[in-house]
Structures are given as structure tokens and as C-alpha cells.
């Protein structure tokens, strides 16, 4: 019979792979270069953004679901407890991970050109021929041919063994 792991001897041997690590780290990083790309949308893009669009405030852009007052902001509308679809906030989101997206996409692709460049490429091998021509008429035969298909020529064994 054979025996199984325990529990924590599979979460151990889970937990120590070096995917896992490096998903970890990864993940720890994504967190942090997320808070970089947030502010670089809220105060760098956005503001460029509504700049060329007329002054949209994209914070502000929201549909009011109920009550019967209009509110100018959307601070105003949730602070009076009033249901709305924010879609402004959706689309500084969407921006977020286009921009996350395209850095990681760069990022990828400069380790591929980096990893392409150190990786030993395989040699190639000259191929051993597999025809060769005969000496009585002169057409292409297998190389292990013993005998010509084309004349009936017996091939001497020297020409048979190249």
C-alpha cells in the first residue's frame, strides 16, 4: 500500500516550490507598481484628459438612480444616501489596467529579448545523405541500395557502403 501525504506536508511542499515564491513576489510588486499606476492616472492623465475634453471631472461622471434632486457631485449624491452608477470611476479604472497592461506587455517582452539573447541556441547538424547516384546510369538511388531499381546494376560494395 502505498502511503499518502499528510496535510501539512503538502501545504510545506506547496508553499516552498519556487513558483509559489515568485508568484508571491510578484504579486507583492503588482500591489505596489498599482498604487503608482493609480496616481499616475488621478493626477498626471485624468486631469490631461479633462483638460482636452472641456473640464469633465471623470470622478464626477455618474447616472443618479433615485430621488427626485439633482446633485453636481457625486460626493453629494452618496452622502444623501442616493444610488448611483458611477461610471466615471469605471472609466479611470479601464485606463488603469490599459496603462498596467501595456507596462507589463513592455516589461515581458524586454525579458524575452534579454532571455532570447543569453540562450544557447542548438547547434545544427548536417543531415547524412540519404541518396546517392548510381555509377552505371547516373540516376539517384537510396544510400543503402545494393542493387539500381532503374538499370538492375548490381552497386560494387564499396559504392554501397558510402
Not at 74 to 83: F, M, R, S, T, Y
Request: proline residues 4%; contains cysteine.
Amino acid at each position: 500500500m502505498k502511503k499518502t501525504k499528510g496535510f501539512i506536508a503538502e501545504f510545506k511542499e506547496f508553499i516552498t516550490k519556487g513558483n509559489v515564491i515568485d508568484l508571491a513576489v510578484g504579486v507583492i510588486i503588482g500591489g505596489a507598481f498599482k498604487a503608482i499606476v493609480d496616481s499616475l492616472v488621478a493626477d498626471v492623465i485624468m486631469p490631461v484628459i479633462s483638460l482636452i475634453t472641456g473640464g469633465i471631472d471623470f470622478s464626477n461622471l455618474f447616472i443618479q438612480l433615485s430621488g427626485d434632486t439633482k446633485y453636481e457631485t457625486l460626493a453629494a449624491a452618496q452622502e444623501a444616501g442616493v444610488a448611483t452608477i458611477n461610471y466615471g470611476n469605471f472609466i479611470s479604472a479601464v485606463i488603469n489596467f490599459l496603462i498596467m497592461a501595456f507596462v507589463i506587455f513592455l516589461l515581458v517582452k524586454s525579458i524575452n529579448a534579454v532571455r532570447a539573447k543569453f540562450e544557447k541556441k542548438p547547434e545544427e547538424k548536417e543531415e547524412a545523405p540519404t541518396t546517392k547516384t548510381c555509377p552505371f546510369c547516373c540516376s539517384e538511388i537510396a544510400i543503402d541500395a545494393v542493387k539500381c531499381p532503374h538499370c538492375t546494376s548490381d552497386i560494387p560494395a564499396e559504392e554501397a557502403a558510402e
